[in-house]
């Protein structure tokens, strides 16, 4: 089966821009999720949807992400502005269901200057 | 909160010797841990889980609930095993998924 997809691979943009991410989860994937990967630390989850609804955001900085699943399939996240401390890989997994094995994307490496 | 630990950023070992991944972790209530794997240009993947008590590519790990500890094992390292290694928790119940992870440790198996 196919893996999750996530576009671009890389993206590199001043300070104050906006720039978005795509994920395309696996095929009948109810659960998807979004992690932040800092340089030299272990992923941290931003947020999780099941199916097209919000599971969990607590740790989404909602004055700049913006994260929406809108027909519970593909999902996008937005920083805007940007910072450099956003400078991170973006990680999209997804999961059958939220008891399952979650399956990771190959990442959007972010590169704030 | 829930917060994992792994100690060591590096590790080193010979083909054939064994190893040890330490992950310690600190959670109030009920965790399920895991570990995953990050190969060579390649995707993070779920390597093994307690819940399921299986041996995965001959690792092992057993949940210690009084040390808080989930320590991966193997008895023969081999060099496919080089790989970056992470300890994950969730916690069981309605914030089952929520993954924390800890910092990673980076395995080199020399020939």
């Known amino acids: 089966e196919a893996g999750v997809a996530q576009s671009p691979r890389y993206k590199i943009i001043e300070k104050r821009q906006s720039v978005a991410f795509w994920c395309n989860p696996i095929?009948?994937?109810?659960?998807l999720y979004w992690y932040q990967q800092i340089l030299g630390q272990g992923p941290k989850l931003l947020i999780q949807?099941?199916?097209?609804?919000?599971?969990?955001d607590s740790q989404l900085p909602k004055d700049r992400f913006s994260a929406e699943r809108l027909k519970g399939v593909d999902s996008t996240l937005k920083i805007q502005p940007a910072k450099l401390e956003d400078s991170a890989v973006y990680l999209c997994?997804?999961?059958?269901?939220?008891?399952?094995?979650?399956?990771f994307g190959p990442g959007t490496r972010l590169t704030v200057l | 909160a829930q917060r994992v630990t792994q100690p060591e950023k590096l590790l080193s070992v010979f083909k054939g010797a064994p190893v040890e991944l330490k992950c310690n972790y600190s959670?109030?209530?009920?965790?399920?841990l895991f570990w995953y794997v990050q190969y060579s240009r390649q995707r993070l993947q779920l390597l093994l889980r307690?819940?399921s008590r299986e041996s995965i590519k001959g690792f092992t790990a057993d949940l210690n609930k009084g040390e808080t500890s989930f320590h991966l094992k193997k008895p023969f390292a081999q060099e496919e095993d080089s790989a970056m290694y992470y300890c994950?928790?969730?916690?069981?119940?309605?914030?089952?998924?929520?993954?924390?992870f800890g910092q990673g440790t980076i395995l080199t198996v020399h020939p």
């Open positions: 949807f099941q199916n097209n609804g919000v599971v969990d």
């Open positions: 095929s009948g994937h109810a659960t």
């Open positions: 997994a997804s999961s059958l269901e939220v008891f399952y094995e979650q399956f």
């Open positions: 994950a928790l969730s916690p069981i119940g309605t914030s089952y998924g929520k993954l924390t």
């Open positions: 959670y109030s209530g009920s965790p399920e």
């Open positions: 307690h819940i």
